[in-house]
């Protein structure tokens, strides 16, 4: 119950496309789900992140669509730069646990020039 | 301002042997957690510190273990080291507890 699902495993897309994660979860308890974006090398950043109490966010580029329903939320990221390869990690946390996320396993992108 | 730092950088030790990595908080952030993240996996949670006191603790054996001092930096401590315990050990830190939270670059630890 504690599990985050996230698909896929990798994704190629072409430089200005629209790159498209999926994460998935379990418990209902949860009510707090960011996504983080990781460099080789480096920790993960924050992009950006999402209440249940909406069902879409976006900052720039970046867009979390969140079905509550479903239990299911996702990434879109708009006209994707070859700068955006990275991995990107969905997670899920309660809020009032203090934010010890569940990460899923991870989408690498790969953005072609 | 400057981010979560941790140290060392990379480690290498032998199986059995004990660690202890370190981390220091952005400035005014008074919790602390750390993270285990295996090659090719997602991070793993293992211990959260909010002013000094543990407030939550991962699925991991108790050879981890793990402290906050009067400044709110902390360290892991790894005993009896396992090949298995290689990993990218991240520190990350928020103000409060629903404040949010920035990663540090982590500490490669290597055992061989």
């Not at chain 1, 993960?44 to 249940?52: D, G, N, S, T």
């Not at chain 2, 991070?43 to 402290?67: C, L, T, W």
């Not at chain 2, 290689?86 to 830190?93: G, I, Q, W």
Request: contains cysteine.
């Amino acid at each position: 119950q504690q599990q985050v699902k996230q698909s896929p495993q990798s994704l190629i897309v072409q430089k200005g496309g629209i790159s498209i994660i999926n994460c998935a979860y379990e418990n209902t308890a949860f009510d707090y789900f960011p996504w983080y974006q990781q460099f080789p090398g480096k920790g993960p950043a924050l992009l950006i992140a999402i209440r249940p109490d909406v069902s879409e966010k976006k900052e720039g580029r970046f867009t979390i669509s969140f079905n509550k329903s479903a239990k299911q939320f996702s990434l879109h990221i708009m006209d994707s730069q070859p700068g955006d390869s990275a991995t990107y990690f969905c997670a899920a946390s309660r809020l009032d646990y203090g934010q010890n996320f569940v990460f899923g396993p991870g989408t690498r992108l790969s953005v072609l020039p | 301002d400057a981010g979560v730092t941790q140290s060392p950088t990379h480690l290498i030790k032998t199986r059995g042997q004990h660690v202890t990595l370190r981390c220091s908080p952005i400035s005014g952030h008074k919790s602390v957690s750390w993270y285990q993240q295996v090659l090719g996996q997602g991070p793993q949670f293992i211990f959260q510190y909010y002013e000094k006191e543990e407030r939550g603790r991962g699925n991991f054996p108790d050879r981890f273990s793990a402290r906050q001092f009067p400044n709110y930096s902390s360290e892991l401590n790894v005993n009896a080291l396992l090949l298995g315990d290689s990993a990218l050990y991240l520190c990350a830190s928020n103000q409060g507890l629903m404040d949010t939270q920035y990663f540090g670059p982590g500490t490669r630890l290597t055992v061989l």
